[in-house]
């Protein structure tokens, strides 16, 4: 489930490095990169060279890192490269070394250290009075709105009639833009893509309208790097608390009505002089695993209600046949894009995952691993209980797991059917003249975690980017 | 056939990372930081402190934090604070605690709250604790590590329980079940199976007072560090001043991180660099540690450091000099002591290997009659 | 002289490069190298989608249909 970082990094990759600049301006932009998007070791080195004067030369560096984790190594430098975060410079002793850029560095010490009023995390409310939201109403807001919103796109096709119509033109626009609902004759119809979309997680799910949400902006003139530093501010504002907008520019107001209607924050009226965001902003920059248990659960609608414990609410057996407590017309709608269900109760649909409902998912452009993982983030607590209780009894080398396997790989089974190739986007580098001169380029393409395949007899290989090996090749020259 | 099937995917789930909880033990003994005064002032040492804090938060949404005080006379929280009086926190599912005794300071936002929350904590919890502190309080100059690292250790168990059960997933209910439950058959509870899955704990002291003066807690700090080699917790150990016989042997046993800055004033750089990584990142890093671990033992009569001393036979006691009355002061076993005095016979190389194995022990008992027996 | 050629790395069974083989002869407008193992053949990014249609219908028709209704 790397699913939600690469879409957002790989947005951020394709920035231009100017842009970059301007983003690193504001310490809550650099503290929510430096969270989300960089692996483990790369955090390691961020802090590591923070603080240091001098920049670290690459030997010592690789000195740190243990031989068998070379792999790691150069991922991490790599994504540091392409995010600017890390560039080298040559020491003293004409040495390369790393250190961290500047507008990264500075912010970053200063959302550590906190100095100067940049007023990079918001300004609290200081009106008295009024009424203040509380966190249960605020994650109730935040449910229904994006409820609405998937529901929007699932209704139209499986539910029809069961519309939620308050939705802004706004959203509508985005969501046709995005390529996840199209219109035909006034109809509205969900896509491929879109399938995909309601059956990922939350966390994903939002930082996917909110990639759409930036592309977007550009083409009716609002500037993305603003847009895009703003949201990044609402990721590190504080659930509960609200905000004031005297200081924020139009841009943001802007933005900020936009993402009223997402329920990522929270505003009583659109003149209102303060704001509150939601969980749904405030998780942007944790893992999928912190949100599943709070906005999950109350996203699900299933523990909407007080007693229902946890997200779940998913029962599948061994024989495919499923059990849903939930009443949520949301969830029935999207457990039956892969399901036949067979009957409904007042808080319980039960069906059948069967070759024909999980292939008429997969011509939908639904995936097995995404069938999946629906199905793993809602298992009911009693699948997670019975896993608890096996994986003690018996310590064999067999990963515990919640789905049924019987299941989860016949799914899978089911799809391959169909799907039997796989294809990989990238370059193929061929004409080495020597074997020599091949064998360079590729081991450093397998080293920076871009080789795909490569043949030695042919003196071919193909990697998923090629601008580094291409320099590389010419650096050998 | 079938090349492409999708066995790749099988380990679903678990590519997401749990989150560690750090928590940092500060000596804040009187008498050592002001020898240190020159160098680094306390007030400059938790400055750094905090900016490391920061740093671990930074890393991780769900990353949780702990500070506790190691001070002349006792052990102190300093975050989080419970049952504090001006607030009523109640640590949430993110371990952070809402406060709402801070009203004068929330005009300034220009800090990441949760940061900021736990520095005033900080500094607010230190000031009372120092202002707190009387002159009859100075007179050991000592520092109540054991107490520090067991208050440490229960609230790391506490996070442990409360997270897992939060995350309910894969083979964690379990190990809060048998906690509750007589069956709990130690490492079982937190088999390393499931490591990734479970809050990573890690342990930080920041030491500067010399562990001869607190010899007398010898027993309850390797308690402490024996409890911690079993749950898996490293602890690390920064030393400023001072020298530290216990904690290099708590660094060796729970394979944590061992340093003594020479130039206290690059306390933070340290930090990063050395404290920052946690236990998943640690695996491709080489990290400082030492080679050469002070495995001196702490009588159990006087609290003496001692080279050589003298082992119970039944028990395994360590005693600086033959208990009175030959009888062990831990089982009461009557023991004979035989040619009181003389050196221990040392046989020539062979013994090398032996020596190793009886790690913190003391190097021999006195013996002249071959084992002695228990009484009649 | 090294070149790099963009293009989409299919990984497939033998049976199904030998389809794909077999619709390049046509016109030869869907594989940019063949690349002489038993499941590897690199092709023009356009030509995915196209492909994927043709073998899904070649495979319906090929592959026997195990009955599966939907009743209990």
């Known amino acids: ?52 004067k001098d920049p670290l030369p690459t030997q010592d560096l690789e000195l740190w890192v243990k031989t068998e984790s070379k792999k790691q190594r150069d ?28 507008p990264f560095a500075s912010s970053l010490r200063q959302a550590l250290m906190g100095s100067e009023d940049s007023q990079s995390f918001g300004v609290f409310s200081q009106a008295p009075g009024e009424s203040l939201i509380s966190i249960a109403d605020l994650d109730e807001y935040a449910r229904g709105r994006w409820e609405s919103v998937l529901g929007y796109m699932v209704g139209t096709s499986a539910l029809s009639g069961q519309r939620d119509v308050n939705l802004s033109k706004g959203v509508k626009q985005l969501l046709q833009a995005g390529h996840l609902v199209e219109i035909r004759d006034r109809r509205v119809d969900i896509t491929k893509d879109g399938f995909g979309f309601v059956l990922q997680d939350v966390n994903t799910q939002v930082w996917h309208i909110l990639i759409l949400y930036v592309e977007s902006a550009e083409a009716i003139g609002m500037d993305s790097v603003e847009v895009l530093s703003f949201l990044f501010l609402l990721s590190s504002l504080e659930l509960g608390q609200s905000y004031e907008k005297e200081q924020l520019s139009s841009v943001q107001l802007r933005t900020l009505a936009d993402l009223a209607d997402f329920g990522i924050i929270y505003q009583e009226t659109p003149e209102a002089t303060r704001f509150y965001p939601t969980r749904l902003a405030t998780t942007l920059t944790s893992d999928s695993s912190a949100l599943s248990s709070t906005v999950g659960s109350s996203l699900t609608g299933a523990s909407a209600h007080p007693g229902a414990s946890g997200s779940g609410f998913i029962i599948i057996e061994t024989n495919y046949r499923l059990y849903a407590y939930t009443s949520s017309p949301l969830q029935i709608s999207l457990i039956s894009l892969f399901t036949t269900l067979k009957y409904r109760f007042p808080n319980l649909v039960t069906g059948k995952i069967t070759r024909q409902s999980v292939r008429r998912a997969i011509d939908m452009g639904i995936t097995a691993d995404q069938i999946i993982s629906y ?84 003196r071919m290989f193909f990697v998923t980017r090629h601008e580094q090996v291409a320099a590389f090749l010419r650096s050998k020259k | 056939m079938n090349s492409i099937d999708a066995s790749e995917h099988y380990e679903l789930g678990a590519t997401e990372l749990s989150p560690s909880l ?58 989080p604070v419970h049952n504090d009086a001006t607030s009523q926190e109640s640590s949430d599912r993110d371990g952070d605690v809402s406060m ?88 079982s509870r937190y088999s390393a199976s499931d490591e990734d899955e479970r809050l990573q704990s890690r342990i930080l002291i920041v030491s500067v007072s010399g562990s001869s003066n607190s010899a007398h807690q010898y ?82 009569c006087h609290r003496r450091v001692v080279d050589i001393g003298y082992v119970c036979s039944i028990c395994l006691s360590i005693f600086c000099e033959p208990p009175p009355g030959n009888e062990c002061l831990t089982c009461g076993t009557p023991l004979d002591v035989g040619n009181y005095g003389s050196r221990p016979a040392l046989i020539q190389r062979k013994k090398k290997k032996k020596k190793r194995a009886n790690g913190a022990s003391a190097v021999g008992t006195p013996m002249s009659r071959g084992t002695p027996t228990p009484g009649p | 002289m090294p070149r790099a050629v963009r293009g989409l790395l299919i990984e497939c069974d033998p049976s199904i490069k030998a389809m794909i083989l077999k619709y390049d002869e046509e016109r030869h407008d869907y594989i940019v190298e063949d690349l002489d193992d038993e499941n590897h053949l690199v092709i023009k990014e356009s030509q995915l989608q196209s492909l994927k249609a043709r073998l899904d219908q070649d495979l319906d028709e090929k592959i026997m249909q195990l009955d599966d209704s939907e009743s209990e």
């Open chain 1, 1 to 52: 489930m790397a699913a939600p970082t690469s879409r957002s990094l790989e947005y951020l990759e394709g920035l231009p490095g100017t842009t970059f600049f301007k983003l690193y301006q504001q310490p809550s932009t650099a503290l929510a990169i430096f969270r989300r998007m960089l692996p483990d070791l790369a955090k390691c080195f961020v802090m590591a060279l923070l603080y240091l």
């Open chain 1, 75 to 102: 991922n991490a430098l790599s994504i540091l490269g392409r995010l600017h975060i890390l560039s080298t410079t040559l020491t003293g002793e004409n040495a390369r070394a790393y250190m961290v850029t500047n």
């Open chain 1, 375 to 458: 199905l793993y983030s809602h298992a009911h607590t009693q699948l997670r209980k019975r896993d608890a209780s096996l994986s003690t009894s018996n310590t064999t080398s067999i990963p515990p797991s919640v789905l049924p396997p019987t299941v989860t790989d016949q799914i899978r089974l089911w799809q391959l059917e169909r799907d039997r190739l796989r294809a990989t986007a990238g370059f193929l580098f061929k004409d080495f003249t020597s074997l020599q001169e091949y064998q360079a380029p590729c081991q450093y393409a397998a080293e920076i975690g871009v080789l795909v395949w490569k043949s030695d007899r042919k």
């Open chain 2, 22 to 79: 750090l928590t940092v033990i500060i000596d804040t003994n009187p008498h050592a930081w002001a020898a240190l005064e020159d160098s680094l002032p306390l007030a400059k040492a938790v400055a750094n402190i905090l900016v490391f804090i920061n740093a671990h938060l930074a890393c991780n949404y769900a990353n949780e934090v702990a500070v506790v005080a190691s001070h002349s006379q006792k052990a102190a929280w300093l975050y």
């Open chain 2, 100 to 187: 709402n005794g801070d009203g004068g300071a929330a005009s300034q936002t220009n800090k990441y709250r949760p940061f900021r929350m736990v520095e005033e904590q900080v500094t607010r919890k230190l000031k009372e604790l120092m202002d707190s502190t009387h002159s009859a309080d100075l007179r050991g100059n000592t520092s109540m590590l054991a107490g520090a690292l067991t208050l440490a250790l229960s609230n790391i168990n506490r996070r442990t329980i409360a997270w897992a059960e939060e995350h309910g997933g894969a083979s964690l209910d379990d190990a809060a079940a048998e906690g509750t439950g007589a069956t709990g058959t130690g490492p």
């Open chain 2, 219 to 300: 027993i309850p700090v390797m308690n402490s560090i024996f409890a911690c080699q079993r749950l898996h917790i490293p602890i690390d150990v920064c030393k400023l001043s001072g020298d530290a016989v216990f904690l290099q042997q708590a660094c060796d046993a729970t394979k944590g991180v061992y340093m003594a800055l020479s130039e206290p004033r690059g306390l933070l750089q340290y930090l990063m660099m050395a404290f920052l990584p946690d236990q998943r990142s640690r695996r491709h890093l080489v990290l400082p540690t030492r080679i050469d671990v002070d495995f001196r033992a702490a009588c159990f």
